[in-house]
């Protein structure tokens, strides 16, 4: 007769919620009324932005501004669509075109060994698309935002492992392609 086999794996519990129902409640709630994660993540942008305009952003900082247009792509994708009262366009639109000029950023960036410097429609575009962001953040209940940030994460990890970044419905990644001599 065949034994049993041992069990790999050391037996770990599941972890007990102190508060389950307080844990539902933060789901359904909007960001900005749970706690200063909505703070942190507004002054983190206006930061990147900031440094964006002046000329010394980092990449640390478009890879900010950059998981901001894609979660507004990906809130798109679940919806949430906005319209600018000034100019008509919706979120679609103004995020389409965002990714376009950060597409050019990265492009200038490349022939300035690192430098992130960009034009003024494109700055106006990347600070539109931020506003968005910040509005739709503060609607926008906070599970359906994780579920955005899980979305927006397999779409990168689904076109890294695809290596098809050219696509008409894309997300970026910005990164430096390895150049060989």
Known sequence: MATSKKRNKKYTPRPIRA???EYVLLGIRPVDKT???YVNITLSQTLALGSLA??????DNIDQIVTAVNLNHTFCDMGYDLVDDETGESLRQ???????????????SLELDG?????????????KSLLF???LITTIPSMDIEKAAAIGLKEV???????KCNTPNRTLVTHK???TS
Not at 54 to 59: I, K, V, Y
Not at 94 to 108: G, N, Q
Not at 115 to 127: A, F, I, N
């Open 115 to 127: 430098g992130y410097v960009c034009k003024g429609l494109e700055l106006s575009l990347v600070r």
């Open 35 to 37: 706690d200063d994660t």
């Open 94 to 108: 103004i995020t389409d075109k965002t990714m376009d000029a950060l597409v050019e950023i990265s492009k200038r």
């Open 54 to 59: 002046d000329g010394t952003a980092t990449r």
């Open 133 to 135: 962001h910040d509005t």
């Open 177 to 179: 392609p390895k150049v």
């Open 19 to 21: 508060n389950p129902m």
């Open 157 to 163: 990890h689904r076109r890294r492992s695809q290596k």
